[in-house]
Every structure is written in structure tokens, then in C-alpha cells.
Nanobody
Framework: QVHLVESGGGLVQAGDSLRVSCAFSGRTFGSYAMGWFRRAPGKQQGFLAANSPSGIIYYGASVKGRFTISRDDAKNTLYLQMNSLKVEDTGVYYC???????????????????WGQGTQVTVSS
């Protein structure tokens, strides 16, 4: 059973940077495709970034150029570095995982099997 725990959220000002982390346990991290999603207030959960087991990366349009997804297989941890934060980036950030082929990544939340509990990020103006 895979267990995911997000951390690093908080209250920041517009223009600031923040890094959130996702600790993975229970299986071999290197065999899993990972993703970040966000649930903003009053909105549906939206895709942010995905990372295949081999490190192929894909970003959602709203964060491309500002956010960077990365993984450290030695630490079993997924990261999301967020720069130039905007008020509209406010929300609960979730990481997700599914076992996948090396070059496979996923942008739809229904494709993921495991989810963390989320970490709140609030960006003030």
C-alpha cells in the first residue's frame, strides 16, 4: 500500500516562492508516476504537473514556466517548486501516484490510484 504525505504549505505573499513536498512510502518510488493537483476554493481539482518514473515532465498551462516538479528517488520524495506565486494559486495541493511504465505520465486525476491528504497554500495580495 502506497502512503503519501504532503508538507510545506503555508501563507505567502503574491510574488513569493514556496516548495511543497510529498513523502512516498510503502512501495518502490522509482516505479511510480507522480502528479500534483490543486483544489482551489469553489473550483474543481485541477492538474498542475506530472512526472514519469524515468523523469519525463509535463505541466498544466496555468503553471508552466512558474512551477517545477522534481523527484528525488533516493529520498522517496516528490517536490513542487512554486515561483512567482499569484493569489489564484491559493488552494489545497495534493500529490498522487500510480504504478507506471518508465516513460508514462498522467494528467487526469482519475488515472491516479493513491493520494495524499493535501497541504494548504494561501497566497495573499
Amino acid at each position: 500500500q502506497v502512503h503519501l504525505v504532503e508538507s510545506g504549505g503555508g501563507l505567502v505573499q503574491a510574488g513569493d516562492s514556496l516548495r511543497v513536498s510529498c513523502a512516498f512510502s510503502g512501495r518502490t518510488f522509482g516505479s511510480y508516476a507522480m502528479g500534483w493537483f490543486r483544489r482551489a476554493p469553489g473550483k474543481q481539482q485541477g492538474f498542475l504537473a506530472a512526472n514519469s518514473p524515468s523523469g519525463i515532465i509535463y505541466y498544466g498551462a496555468s503553471v508552466k514556466g512558474r512551477f517545477t516538479i522534481s523527484r528525488d528517488d533516493a529520498k522517496n520524495t516528490l517536490y513542487l517548486q512554486m515561483n512567482s506565486l499569484k493569489v489564484e494559486d491559493t488552494g489545497v495541493y495534493y500529490c498522487a501516484a500510480r504504478k507506471a511504465a518508465a516513460k508514462s505520465y498522467y494528467t487526469d486525476d482519475i488515472d491516479y490510484e493513491y493520494w495524499g491528504q493535501g497541504t494548504q497554500v494561501t497566497v495573499s495580495s
